[in-house]
């Protein structure tokens, strides 16, 4: 995971690093099928001369997959047995590149797309008590020392989110001196507007595409993108040129980084 950034100038605090007691160098991160080291982060990221990482990261389908959680829903509003096979779910084309609307897919003989909108809203906690997280969020945990804030990002508001956000501050920022967790809903704001409205200068998309777009827009700069390395928006034709010039510098100092995904069981 790439992540490049300005150094303070002399005038701004140093950024305190709390390194994390039960993580040593040696320690093995897991991102996906993706393997890198404690020490491998710390290279790449020197926190002592860095700004702090201002983290915002989508819920559904990235940290938890509610997708899944939502089918087991319909299933038992419906008196159904719709089945999903995980293995296409992760590796879905662009045309999912929310996992609802594969949902929609599935169930498209038997409710209006709209009618699965509502009930997702309606069951949302329910769904959330059912779905699996992601080996991504386990990943965010184990890397904690290296922000000071984390913004999640949900469709609506839902019942226990005042809970639900206490329990993350305390997971993420326990023992720290400073940290604070943020929820953010799509019924207040777009997602990607929080990099302009919020500061935030890294952030965990599905859609990488979008978010790049909104970003150079924007004319925003140093803004670390992370996305899965399918269904994330990005066509062959993108890919290619991504490809071929994977060692020079994104436009606006940008950088890009995929991670496989994976169920945590």
């Keep these: 995971m790439q992540i490049v950034k300005e150094p303070l100038n002399d005038e701004q605090p140093i950024f305190e690093f ?132 984390i913004g999640f990002y949900f469709p609506y508001e839902f019942a226990h989110r005042h809970i639900l956000q206490q329990d993350l501050t305390k997971v993420f920022f326990k023992g720290k001196l400073q940290g604070k967790c943020d929820f953010f809903y799509a019924t207040d704001i777009p997602f990607n507007k929080l990099l302009s409205t919020e500061n935030f200068n890294s952030i965990i998309t599905p859609n990488i595409v979008d978010t790049y777009h909104y970003i150079i827009n924007n004319d925003l700069e140093q803004i670390s993108i992370i996305g899965p390395e399918a269904h994330n928006g990005i066509d062959d034709e993108l890919a290619s040129v991504f490809a071929k010039y994977e060692k020079c510098p994104k436009p606006n100092k940008c950088s890009i980084s995929m991670y496989i995904e994976q169920l945590m069981v």
């Excluded at 099928?33 to 389908?61: C, F, G, H, M």
Aim: overall charge negative.
């Design 18 to 149: 709390n390194r994390d007691p039960k993580l040593q160098n040696d320690t093995v991160i897991n991102v996906g099928d993706y393997k890198t080291t404690y020490e491998d982060i710390q290279a790449s990221y020197p926190i002592n001369k860095q700004e702090p990482i201002r983290l915002l990261v989508y819920w559904d389908d990235v940290c938890q997959y509610t997708s899944l959680g939502l089918i087991e829903v319909l299933n038992s509003l419906l008196e159904s047995n719709a089945k999903i096979d995980i293995e296409h779910f992760l590796s879905r084309p662009n045309d999912y590149i929310y996992g609802i609307d594969y949902v929609k897919k599935i169930f498209e003989k038997t409710l209006a797309p709209e009618q699965i909108s509502e009930i997702k809203k309606e069951y949302y906690w329910n769904i959330m008590k059912l779905s699996l997280k992601s080996s991504l969020f386990n990943s965010l945990i184990q890397t904690n020392s290296f922000y000071d804030r």
